[in-house]
Nanobody, 128 residues
Framework: QVQLVESGGGLVQAGDSLRLSCAAS????????MGWFRQAPGKEREFVAA?????????YNPDSVKVRFTISRDNAKNTMYLQITSLKPEDTEVYYC????????????????????WGQGTQVTIAS
């Protein structure tokens, strides 16, 4: 199993940038694909971005994320990142990282039910 812990959230001003981290522990042999989701109170968890087991393939939610988000992973540090620029008040949500073991080096997973492991979430609040 793998345990995930997010960090880097907090209260920031609109227009600022933020980098969220997701540290993995336990089974950390990089045989898993990973992703970021976010959730606002009373709403469903929304896909933000994902990367493949190899890290070479990435995918972003085309409807809500666009160019302000960058996902990456450092396998040597067992850590995944989500860089967010030009933050907007509507980015105020709890951000979750997720992982799932896979034999595929290139497959991307976009839905919550495809992920077996989740972090506890980190709150991001954008002040206007």
């Amino acid at each position: 199993q793998v345990q995930l812990v997010e960090s880097g959230g907090g209260l920031v001003q609109a227009g600022d940038s933020l980098r969220l981290s997701c540290a993995a522990s336990g089974r950390t042999d990089s045989t898993y694909a990973m992703g970021w989701f976010r959730q606002a109170p009373g709403k469903e968890r929304e896909f933000v971005a994902a990367l493949s087991r190899s890290g070479a393939s990435t995918y972003y939610n085309p409807d809500s994320v666009k160019v302000r988000f960058t996902i990456s992973r450092d396998n040597a540090k067992n850590t995944m990142y989500l860089q967010i620029t030009s933050l907007k008040p509507e980015d105020t949500e709890v951000y979750y990282c997720a992982a799932t073991y896979t034999y595929s080096y290139g497959k991307i997973y976009q839905t919550p039910n495809e992920y077996a492991y989740w972090g506890q979430g980190t709150q991001v609040t954008i002040a206007s």
